[in-house]
């Protein structure tokens, strides 16, 4: 059913003012749509009152930090950073399992917003949980990494107290919500990217070395292939290795897989029928562009079978 975007913020907003009260709420944002919706909603409901906070956490796309502060400047909301990479490499290194990853990252995720609650005084955690990040967790599909209560993992562990405004909300209508919250275009049509960011583009141990190679792969295909009916575009790297030659002389390289599809709700997708010569030309930029690259793969897989993300 179709949501009301004028009453549901109305409505969402009186929520959250009602919780809070006289208190204060940290808002955890990426730079994705759910993320910054739940903070503007946040901002309207107690103002000052809500901290928005992006955790600089050595795996978000080139640039994030400041293009999230510009479009929350427009809304008068001030962002606070935390550089906090070193900790979210040391809890992942040595981690190959896909699973075991993303509950490493979820755990320190809400340990580093644990501290960020108590330094700043806040009651209460504001983030923006979706309904499939709900559906695909309980389902055992994957664990986001932004759900806790909903699995029996109780927020108080990690010394917080959540609210989820968007919880029944599939992506469609956060972006509604977005443009009629007045935040800019490039927030509410942005493709989905994960809250564990890259590295769920990783498969294998995610490095600093690696992140780099596969978030400079993802400013290239993000530039490269647009387009309205794409839900979500990306590549991933690859844990294996093929043969390949570079300056007359075989050498073992990367492989990048790319991935496009379409969706309305991120439970099925279709894969996207991408023209060949957009194919080659994202293929020729990540060849020159990305060291030790030697294979460029198209994954023409729907969901199900497989997931969209690759972990």
Not at 5 to 16: S, V
Not at 150 to 168: D, M, R, Y
Not at 199 to 208: D, L, Q
Not at 266 to 285: N, T
Request: some cysteine; aromatic content about 6%.
């Amino acid at each position: 059913m179709a949501v009301n975007t004028a009453q549901f913020i109305k409505e969402k907003t009186e929520e959250l003012k009602q919780a809070i009260k006289d208190g204060r709420a940290l808002c955890a944002v990426s730079g994705g749509v759910d993320s910054m919706v739940a903070a503007c909603l946040a901002q309207r409901a107690v103002g000052e009152n809500a901290i928005v906070l992006f955790l600089d956490n050595g795996l978000m796309r080139a640039n994030e930090a400041s293009e999230v502060a510009e479009s929350l400047k427009k809304q008068k909301i001030d962002l606070q950073v935390w550089d906090v990479q070193k900790n979210f490499f040391e809890a992942l290194k040595g981690i190959v399992d896909p699973e075991d990853k993303r509950k490493a990252f979820r755990d320190i995720f809400y340990k580093t917003l644990g501290q960020a609650v108590r330094s700043y005084s806040a009651d209460f955690l504001i983030q923006g949980t979706i309904a499939a990040d709900i559906v695909e967790t309980q389902k055992g599909i994957k664990t986001q990494h932004n759900v806790l209560a909903q699995i029996g993992v109780n927020p108080a562990l990690f010394g917080l107290s959540i609210l989820e405004p968007l919880k029944t909300l599939f992506k469609d209508d956060v972006r509604k919500l977005a443009k009629a919250l007045g935040l800019p275009q490039k927030v509410y049509n942005r493709k989905p990217f994960p809250g564990p960011g890259l590295a769920t583009r990783i498969i294998g141990e995610v490095t600093p070395e690696r992140v780099e190679k596969i978030r400079l792969a993802t400013s290239i295909v993000e530039e490269t292939i647009t387009g309205e009916s794409i839900f979500q575009v990306f590549p991933v790297l690859l844990n294996d290795r093929a043969t390949g030659i570079v300056s007359e002389k075989r050498v073992l390289g990367e492989i990048i897989a790319l991935r496009a599809v379409e969706s309305k709700d991120a439970m099925k997708a279709s894969p996207c029928k991408i023209p060949w010569p957009k194919l080659e030309k994202v293929r020729d930029r990540l060849l020159k562009s990305i060291p030790g690259l030697v294979k460029v793969v198209y994954d023409i897989t729907p969901k199900p079978p497989s997931t969209i993300e690759y972990i």
